[in-house]
């Protein structure tokens, strides 16, 4: 079966420092691969999603970027975090269809201070 | 931007009565909805779906409407627990581009 790993779950950086998180899907190969940030009491805002390796889609210009170095791994990543990076960050996947839900991992809670 | 709304953030609803949930989409080209269950701090789980060539879908105590002339989506979750608070999404998706989603709604329980 598939599963997804985000970590870490949560997180609290200084404005100003760099930020890796990492996501993992094991049990299928090629899939697309999702990043969202959900800011409180709003819905999922899409930040990037990839087709393949190295192939990124960034839909939001903002402080972030992500790179997609193996089949299964999804990193999203700063140079230099905002008070505004704050949120829940959320990785899915879906496989390579039309019409097929995303799975989500478990996400992690940013909080920049 | 988000292109899926939802006409209520919060429904409160008491322990065995139904629940519906309501959501607003906005491109009538889209062919596959979704929605989604969050409990507090953790990822969106997939409750049931439906495709545009449907109009009703049924699941364990859950029922997915489609209206595609009004470009509207619903939830119902029959017998409605304490189990089933949480944030609900609805989603829409074309072809294989990624999923859109709305603000979501707070199905709070009363026991």
């Known amino acids: 079966s598939q599963t997804i790993h985000q970590w870490p779950a949560t997180l609290v950086q200084p404005v100003g420092s760099p930020l890796s998180l990492e996501c993992t899907v094991e049990?299928?190969?090629?899939?697309?691969l999702y990043w969202y940030r959900q800011a409180a009491g709003r819905g999922l805002q899409l930040l990037f999603y990839s087709v393949g390796i190295g192939q990124i889609s960034s839909e939001v210009p903002q402080n972030l970027s992500a790179s997609r170095p193996q089949d299964r791994q999804f990193i999203l990543s700063s140079k230099k975090l905002l008070l505004s990076d704050s949120g829940f960050y959320l990785c899915a996947w879906s496989i390579v269809a039309s019409g097929t839900e995303a799975f989500f991992g478990q996400g992690t809670r940013l909080t920049v201070v | 931007g988000e292109s899926v709304g939802l006409h209520l953030p919060t429904l409160s609803v008491q322990e065995g009565d139904n629940s519906i949930i309501n959501c607003a989409y906005s491109n009538s080209a889209s062919d596959y909805f979704i929605w989604y269950k969050q409990e507090s701090g953790k990822g969106p789980q997939f409750i049931i779906d439906i495709r545009s060539n449907m109009d009703k879908r049924q699941g364990q105590r859950v029922t997915v409407l489609l209206n595609k002339t009004v470009k509207h989506l619903s939830l119902q979750i029959a017998a409605t627990q304490p189990g089933d608070s949480a944030v609900y999404f609805c989603?829409?998706?074309?072809?294989?581009?990624?999923?859109?989603f709305g603000k979501g709604t707070r199905l709070s329980v009363i026991a």
């Open positions: 049990g299928t190969s090629n899939p697309n």
């Open positions: 989603a829409e998706l074309l072809g294989n581009t990624p999923l859109v």
